[in-house]
């Protein structure tokens, strides 16, 4: 069996349709030996680069892209690549690498490509250690001791996907098809324009991995009587809680304060996916600090903003991508990006932000005949499925 390595940048996403403009990869064997070095495939996406994408992801000078050829003339290729027997397709948050290549399929008319793959973040999240990122750099850090060059160069991704896939399976001693056989719940298949995959958040001791996502402690393994203890609810931000009153209060008197990096959000009103904001409450406020910083405004409502930052929601489903869609659907104008791309705009990781000492919030603390008001407001603009 061959391996294959791949990663997708798309020059935008606009009206949720995403126009490739780079696929790298590379191949190897089942003991990680390279087949095929990596290689960045140039595309011209016949559409203009996103503001973002232009000052921050660009690993090439845009001029060069006119004279690419555009995703049709490069179709066979990637289809016998793809769909060869003897290949399975291993990505990093791959599915979203499977949606861009389903919708510049659709945007030519082009029959999607079939093929089984593998996700290198579900199965890092399911390690006992160094399993609390979310993004590739930070996963290469923590597995590899090195920090990735070229970031958002396809290939070079690719190929950093392979290396911590690699030194994974060192860590249990398989190799490569051996690895991926403790991991069934980590693959997918996709056919047409449509994708099944089996994973779901890990929750290892009847729900105990799942629990301390969310700032729960871990029980221990052999501790099979032990009663369970109780979730750690410091860091979570439910509506109707002390936090949420304290985030509504931090965004109505929240200021810019002095910095050197160049406003890139100016003039952009964003929201995340409340299943970070929901769990992440300290990670929450530097994170609006660090907005307003760059120029931009945090908002509650999806409405009211014009790009929506995603998150992984897991089973829980993320009611703001839903609703962001059906903006897009009716008309309206929403910016659609993954999270990574707030982070990398605002220069941190989302491993950084969780090593965030507490912020004193003193401050803050809301008189007894104020609070029921904060939270209120807060109730009204995270759990009615209208304005969110």
């Known amino acids: 069996m061959k391996y294959l390595f791949f990663d997708i ?14 696929l790298g990869y590379c191949i190897t064997d089942e003991n990680f030996n390279i087949l095929h070095d990596k290689e960045d495939v140039l595309i011209n996406p016949r559409d203009r680069f996103d503001w973002y994408v232009a000052k921050k992801m660009m690993a090439y000078p845009r001029s060069i892209f006119a004279d690419q050829p555009a995703f049709p003339e490069f179709y066979e290729f990637f289809k016998a690549m793809f769909e060869d027997p003897e290949t399975v397709v291993i990505g990093y948050a791959v599915t979203n690498d499977v949606h861009f290549l389903q919708d510049d399929c659709k945007r030519y008319d082009l029959t ?9 973040q579900q199965i890092y999240a399911r390690q006992p250690e160094n399993n609390t990122a979310k993004n590739l750099e930070d996963s290469l850090l923590s597995w590899c001791g090195i920090e ?3 970031l958002h160069r396809s290939d070079e991704d690719a190929y950093n996907t392979m290396l911590i896939l690699k ?9 490569l098809p051996e690895l991926l056989e403790m991991y069934p719940d980590c693959g997918g298949f996709t ?24 700032g729960g402690k871990k029980r221990k393994k052999d501790d099979a009587v032990a009663e369970p203890t109780e ?3 410091s860091n979570i931000m439910e509506a109707g809680s002390e936090n949420a009153a304290l985030f509504v209060k931090f965004l109505e008197t929240v200021a810019p304060k002095k910095t050197r990096k160049p406003p890139l959000l100016t003039g952009h009103t964003v929201t995340v996916s409340l299943g970070y904001q929901r769990y992440h409450f300290n990670e929450m406020l530097y994170l609006v600090q660090m907005i307003v910083n760059a120029g931009g405004r945090y908002t509650l409502s999806t409405r009211d903003a014009d790009i929506l930052f995603t998150y992984d929601c897991g089973e829980e489903g993320d009611r703001r991508l839903a609703t962001a869609e059906a903006m897009i659907e009716s008309g309206e104008e929403i910016e659609i990006h993954p999270i990574k791309l707030l982070f990398d705009t605002l220069e941190t990781s989302e491993v950084r932000l969780s090593r965030k000492p507490k912020m004193d919030l003193s401050h803050l603390m809301p008189k007894p005949e104020a609070r029921e008001e904060a939270v209120d407001s807060f109730a009204d603009v995270s759990e009615d499925p209208a304005p969110v």
């Open 9 to 22: 940048e798309c020059a935008n996403c606009y009206n949720n349709c995403a126009k490739i403009f780079s």
């Open 231 to 233: 979730p750690d609810t």
């Open 167 to 175: 030194a994974i399976a060192a860590y249990h001693g398989k190799n």
């Open 112 to 120: 999607p490509f079939t093929y089984r793959f593998y996700d290198v």
């Open 191 to 214: 056919e047409g324009f449509n994708m099944e995959y089996a994973w779901k958040k890990p929750e290892g001791e009847a729900g105990a991995k799942k629990k301390r996502h969310r």
């Open 148 to 150: 990735p060059e070229n």
